[in-house]
């Protein structure tokens, strides 16, 4: 997830490099989202978002939180990561730019292959 912060208007806007379905036991099923910093979507908020988020995407987001990224469930080395939550707005970005520039792909590319490895 790559995000462009505007800081007069409190929105983000955001292009989703990669999502993928997460489960685990403490937190059910999960949509995660994140190359550059690791996004959250709870169980209980999955059919609110789950039309809304979609891999490649440039979305305009409103209202979510920023918690500390702790614990051995770590899918970047960003320090924070984005929770969603019902209050959250979801909407098209129309203004982002349409290429994500290379440098934020370099490290997704090595968990990727990371994870395939290791999910064999």
């Given at each position: 997830?790559?995000?462009?912060?505007?800081?007069?208007?409190?929105?983000?806007?955001?292009?989703?490099?990669h999502l993928w379905r997460n489960y685990n036991k403490d937190s059910g099923n999960t949509i995660e989202m994140g190359t550059r910093?690791?996004?959250?979507?709870?169980?209980?908020?999955?059919?609110?978002?789950?039309?809304?988020?979609?891999?490649?995407?440039?979305?305009?987001?409103?209202?979510?939180?920023?918690y500390d990224a702790i614990g051995d469930y770590r899918t970047t080395a960003?320090?924070?990561?984005?929770?969603?939550?019902?209050t959250n707005f979801v909407g098209t970005a129309d203004e982002f730019p349409s290429e994500v520039p290379e440098k934020y792909f370099a490290d997704a590319?090595?968990?990727?292959?990371?994870?395939?490895?290791?999910?064999?």
């Open positions: 997830m790559a995000i462009v912060q505007a800081p007069k208007n409190r929105v983000s806007f955001i292009r989703i490099l910093i690791h996004a959250s979507v709870g169980e209980q908020l999955i059919k609110q978002f789950e039309g809304k988020l979609t891999e490649g995407d440039a979305k305009v987001v409103e209202l979510f939180k920023l960003h320090p924070y990561k984005i929770s969603f939550f019902q590319r090595l968990r990727i292959k990371y994870f395939d490895y290791f999910d064999d």
